[in-house]
């Protein structure tokens, strides 16, 4: 038997492909990958050819997203599949009604029993619809557990997952990822994987995107350069496991979950061709653009990823950052403005503090301020803000994110009844004085 690199191999040694949506081809062992085709009548060392394809066959070239695997054992051979209870893990559409008010939740506990990185996932809010393909759902994770012989497909939709506390080690069909708070991985949805936890302990959020997949944002006249570069996402090398006997899958389906038995390992490709793939980003290589003459630019110049929707210009979600950068505006309130927007924004915190609240709002922590529901900086920050020398300040020691949809999202009964909902949220805006001098 041919030994399994994967198995053995150091997360921290790992290589790494570069690119977003590159037809990448990664082999473990030389001689693996076909040439001049993809479906030879005899693929080398016996293996299965398979066709992995995240998107429509006739999907436009540029949008198109399929891999093909050279494995071991065709994903075919699977047990049957059975209902897996879990009640925290929740898809669109929610029938929980949400406030037309602002929503803060504290840093999610982590858990005191055993729980992986599946079992401790845990819907906040969703919009959308998983039958119709379109909206989102974002959770938060806390887990103390690797997942061993266990892992997981989503096939409802692509998951982007931030880590917050404590680096995960992702397996997956075409390799492997390290991901550390304050990087993101992006995983296609319909691939397998399974987390184990180098520190132990793991928090942080995770975006189920329903609808279009993930790309990178046009730059419009910012021109060829700026935002998200191609170059700096990562995609792992081909490694594999030739492990036979039991193992477990967690299949979400249809807003539900599902537990089948394989009798082998589904980390088996050998080497692998294509555009779908999983992906790595260091949020700290995102080149930020502001503004060096007056007021508050739209935070849109702070996304990372869109998953457009059937409205150009109206994403079905974007991934926005808040990111260390300098503030330099003139003669301008320098912190957000006071708004309603016709997105919703679930935020959240990795590092630090954001510069619209002084307090309540932590790392591990998250907010939701729906779809036309008024929100703005808290009080004492106006406050601050509104006398506060303009002289360039530099923004340190942060690092904060949005998952924004057009989408009204429900928050989930378990979220709404949570001992981290802060219920006095809505008093942070109690004191915003007057000062209308007619």
């Not at 009548?41 to 006739?58: D, R």
């Not at 599902?258 to 390992?265: C, G, N, V």
């Not at 301008?332 to 679930?346: A, D, G, I, T």
């Amino acid at each position: 038997m041919p030994p399994s690199p994967l198995a053995a191999s150091d997360f921290t040694a790992l290589r790494y492909l570069s690119g977003f949506a590159n037809e990448h081809a990664s082999e473990a062992l030389a001689g693996a990958l076909p040439v001049g085709q993809f479906s030879p009548q005899q693929v080398p060392y016996g293996l299965y050819a398979e066709k992995f394809s995240a998107t429509a066959f006739t999907a436009p070239r540029r949008e198109n997203r399929r891999t093909w695997l050279y494995r071991i054992q065709a994903s075919v051979v699977a047990g049957r599949a059975t209902p897996y209870a879990h009640e925290r893990f929740l898809s669109a559409p929610l029938s929980s009604p949400s406030p037309p008010m602002p929503l803060r939740w504290s840093p999610w506990p982590l858990p005191e029993a055993h729980s992986d990185f599946v079992d401790g996932l845990y819907t906040v809010a969703a919009s959308g619809s998983v039958p119709l393909q379109l909206g989102m759902a974002a959770h938060v994770y806390v887990a103390n557990r690797n997942m061993g012989r266990r892992c997981f497909v989503n096939a409802d939709g692509e998951m982007l997952i931030v880590p917050q506390q404590g680096r995960l080690a992702v397996t997956t069909e075409c390799g492997q990822l390290l991901v550390a708070p304050g990087e993101m991985a992006l995983i296609p949805r319909g691939m397998k994987w399974r987390i184990d936890l180098p520190d132990g302990l793991a928090r942080g959020y995770v975006c189920e995107n329903y609808g279009a997949a993930f790309r990178l944002p046009e730059r419009g006249p910012v021109g060829s350069d700026g935002f998200a570069n191609d170059r700096d996402f990562l995609a792992p090398t081909a490694a594999f496991e030739d492990l036979v006997g039991a193992h477990e899958l967690i299949t979400r389906y249809g807003g539900a979950c599902w537990r089948s038995e394989l009798p082998h390992s589904p980390f088996d490709v050998v080497a692998w061709v294509g555009t779908a793939v999983p992906l790595k980003y260091d949020l700290a290589r995102f080149n930020v653009m502001n503004t060096v003459s007056y007021d508050h630019p739209d935070p849109s110049i702070f996304t990372v990823l869109t998953a457009p929707s059937d409205t150009a210009g109206v994403a079905n979600v974007d991934f926005v950052i808040f990111p260390p950068r300098w503030a330099v505006a003139e003669h301008s309130f320098r912190p957000p403005w006071y708004h309603r927007n016709v997105m919703s924004e679930f935020m959240g915190l990795v590092r630090g503090t954001y510069d619209a609240r002084e307090r309540g709002f932590e790392p591990g922590g998250v907010s939701l301020h729906n779809s036309m529901v008024p929100h703005g900086p808290e009080a004492a920050v106006h406050a601050r803000a509104s006398t506060a020398a303009l002289v360039p300040v530099r923004i340190e020691d942060t690092l904060a994110f949005m998952f924004e949809s057009r989408y009204p999202m429900a928050v989930s009964a378990g979220a709404m009844a949570h001992p981290a909902l802060q219920a006095d949220y809505p008093d942070c805006w109690r004191d915003l004085a007057r000062h209308f001098a007619p």
